[in-house]
């Protein structure tokens, strides 16, 4: 230091922000849902990466590459929606292809490359989500999303997929209460189900009553007193609205001619409407 010149002052440490507690909530359950497939996956051999699962065409490493693409496009809207933008716009001018693209790539990979991909996309993002500025938004291929909203979206992304790999591999899955977050996800997403299929959606809310894992609790959303309804398993609303079953072999019941449709087109992901599954013995 030359003489006569003065250190700058030392600014004050500044603690990243502390996330509400319904934020720390999801944020907590989506750590532990990508734990969880992890520890699935994270044996596998080189034979069972490859086996098929039943999305069309997508093996169990698909299934994995997709889910570390879709935490890589998370973390840019989180941290870099200009670049993010560009991903955006990729997606619009291959709307039928670029899922299916971005989950080829990564599944080229040597399976412990891609594990690696998926575990330091997926800590990147927690991290990023963590000491995001409250009330902050980000961008996505839907509407804006808070910082809850985003980890929502991708619990539900990873408990879906998830689902494909646990069934590819003959295991059975205990679903948990983080199922909650999949349902609202269900719930709150069906307009968007209607509007994607070009159908205008239903005027009145539906009331949903869902059953819990544990089979302890009612979970409910919308009015008591709306005319038409929903009612059945959290477990089965969760599985049909990630389009990871067939209708016909959910206890999901409808009451009302609206309720019924949307139970035959509900979707809980953005993007076009997906084919979903055939029913069991088809």
């Not at 009553?209 to 302890?216: F, K, M, R, W």
Request: glycine share 8%.
């Amino acid at each position: 230091m030359l003489p006569g010149t003065h250190p700058h002052p030392t600014p004050p440490r500044r603690d990243p922000p502390v996330p509400d507690a319904t934020t720390t909530a999801v944020l907590d359950d989506l750590r532990d849902e990508g734990d969880e497939l992890d520890g699935l996956v994270g044996a596998l051999d080189a034979a069972q990466w490859r086996r098929g699962t039943a999305a069309e065409g997508w093996s169990i490493a698909h299934q994995i590459a997709h889910l570390a693409w879709t935490d890589r496009a998370a973390l840019l809207a989180v941290t870099d929606p200009d670049t993010f933008a560009a991903e955006v716009e990729k997606a619009a001018a291959a709307p039928d292809t670029f899922v299916d693209e971005g989950a080829e790539e990564g599944a080229r990979l040597p399976a412990d490359e891609l594990l690696r991909r998926w575990r330091d996309g997926r800590a990147r993002l927690q991290d990023a989500l963590t000491t995001a500025p409250r009330g902050a938004r980000f961008p996505w291929y839907g509407p804006p999303m808070s910082t809850a909203s985003m980890a929502t979206g991708r619990l539900m992304e990873t408990w879906a997929h998830g689902q494909d790999v646990w069934d590819a591999l003959g295991r059975t899955r205990e679903p948990t209460d983080r199922l909650r977050h999949v349902a609202r996800i269900g719930v709150r997403a069906r307009d968007f189900a209607f509007a994607v299929r070009g159908l205008a959606a239903p005027e009145q809310e539906f009331r949903v009553e869902l059953t819990s894992p544990d089979g302890q609790d009612t979970w409910t959303y919308g009015p008591d007193t709306a005319p038409q309804r929903v009612t059945g398993p959290a477990l089965d609303f969760c599985l049909l609205v990630t389009q990871r079953i067939h209708r016909s072999d959910t206890a999901v019941r409808a009451e009302g001619p609206d309720a019924d449709r949307w139970l035959d087109i509900a979707q809980a992901f953005a993007g076009p409407a997906g084919p979903g599954r055939t029913p069991k013995g088809a």
